[in-house]
């Protein structure tokens, strides 16, 4: 048994992966018939989003289709750290079924064309940062250079990290996170950044 989590709620794990498997076919049609004509279904966005949180109150998720043609179905705690058990004690017990891949946790990705949030087209390459050890935690003081509020700005610098470092490092891995306006030259891009942490962490390896 997963510390932390008695007989209902592994229940209710079971139950959110029994509703999956029996709407799975429908699942990856909805998926998959995804495209800029045709937007998300509520089975795909509501209705999963929906059984996910009776499984765990907090999770979120994001479905599409993988690189290698399966359809990948994304588990989140969305940055909250209470919620990680949560995330990995339903991965951990999802089935196997054919045609699909469950992952935990937001993974790295690196954005192809400039994400739009709050009205603004931003990349990594409008973010710069500087980094400071703490402890065995990296310290960020990250510039992104839009003209936004401080609270649009925060927000966008951490899904920015999000995509950079994975969910899991970010939350892990991240210590104080400081974010300015501005796009100071001689500091690095966000695209640097994650061949920086890895060595960082590496440091504490066992």
Known sequence: MLFGFGRKQNDSIADFWAWFVRNSAAIERETRGVSHDRGPSKLITSDLGQALERAHSGLVHEIGVHPDGCIELIISADGIKSAFAGVAAVVDAAPPLKGFRFTAYRPRSTPTTALNMFGHDIGFEQVRYRSLQEGQRLGLDLFIDVEAEDKHRDMMAFILLDMALGEFDVETGIG??????????????????????????AQFAQ
């Not at 640097?192 to 942490?197: C, Q, R």
């Open 176 to 201: 104080s996170v400081d974010v300015r306006a501005g796009a100071p030259a001689d500091l690095k891009l966000l695209s640097e950044l994650p061949a920086e942490f890895d060595a960082f962490l």
